[in-house]
T-cell receptor, first 115, second 114 residues
Framework: AQTVTQSQPEMSVQEAETVTLSCTYDTSESDYYLFWYKQPPSRQMILVIRQEAYKQQNATENRFSVNFQKAAKSFSLKISDSQLGDAAMYFCAYRSLEYGNKLVFGAGTILRVKS | DAGITQSPRHKVTETGTPVTLRCHQTENHRYMYWYRQDPGHGLRLIHYSYGVKDTDKGEVSDGYSVSRSKTEDFLLTLESATSSQTSVYFC?????????????FGQGTRLTVV
């Protein structure tokens, strides 16, 4: 079974600085998707960025980028120029393309942004 | 926003009573999921459905059952609620026919079992 591990329960960053959230996963599949979701206090689940495993190029969405290391099964999220609105819980997620297209989540990282 | 609605949004119930949570979608997505969110555990899959009347268990399915009689509705039932089932429940939908589609989530249901 696939597992996702987020080893940082909490992280803090100064406004305008850069922070990296870590995520590792375990799978025997060769093709899959990886995601980072943001959950603000409203509980809404918001997609931040996605990565297709067959693409070597790291995904980027404005201030958000990933470092995808397929061999190491690592998928970290870098947030540049952090803003107060980035404060939230961040979840790393793995989507299987074989077993019911299930999304498996990590335990989450709380990101605090200091002004 | 994806058309996905959960009801109720909040519920308090007593131990031993049955509870049904409803997820309704207007996107005609084939896959629907029920997750529970607890501190320190992230979101854990309870059950999922890959079509009408086609369902399967997730990692924390004990004490839960589901039904999907129509494409748009996915029901989660706690046959006899226990305090350990106090949690926030999320429904999600996805369309595997589109490789670039992530899962879309409902707003969540906070369930308290007293």
């Amino acid at each position: 079974a696939q597992t996702v591990t987020q080893s940082q329960p909490e992280m803090s960053v100064q406004e305008a600085e850069t922070v990296t959230l870590s995520c590792t996963y375990d799978t025997s599949e060769s093709d899959y998707y990886l995601f980072w979701y943001k959950q603000p206090p409203s509980r809404q689940m918001i997609l931040v960025i996605r990565q297709e495993a067959y693409k070597q190029q790291n995904a980027t969405e404005n201030r958000f980028s990933v470092n995808f290391q397929k061999a190491a099964k690592s998928f970290s999220l870098k947030i540049s120029d952090s803003q107060l609105g980035d404060a939230a819980m961040y979840f790393c997620a793995y989507r299987s393309l074989e077993y019911g297209n299930k999304l498996v989540f990590g335990a989450g990282t709380i990101l605090r942004v200091k002004s | 926003d994806a058309g996905i609605t959960q009801s109720p949004r909040h519920k308090v119930t007593e131990t031993g009573t049955p509870v049904t949570l409803r997820c309704h979608q207007t996107e005609n997505h084939r896959y629907m999921y029920w997750y529970r969110q607890d501190p320190g555990h992230g979101l854990r899959l309870i059950h999922y459905s890959y079509g009408v009347k086609d369902t399967d268990k997730g990692e924390v399915s004990d004490g839960y059952s589901v039904s999907r009689s129509k494409t748009e509705d996915f029901l989660l039932t706690l046959e006899s609620a226990t305090s350990s089932q106090t949690s926030v429940y999320f429904c999600a939908i996805s369309d595997p026919g589109s490789r670039n589609t992530e899962a879309f989530f409902g707003q969540g249901t906070r369930l308290t079992v007293v």
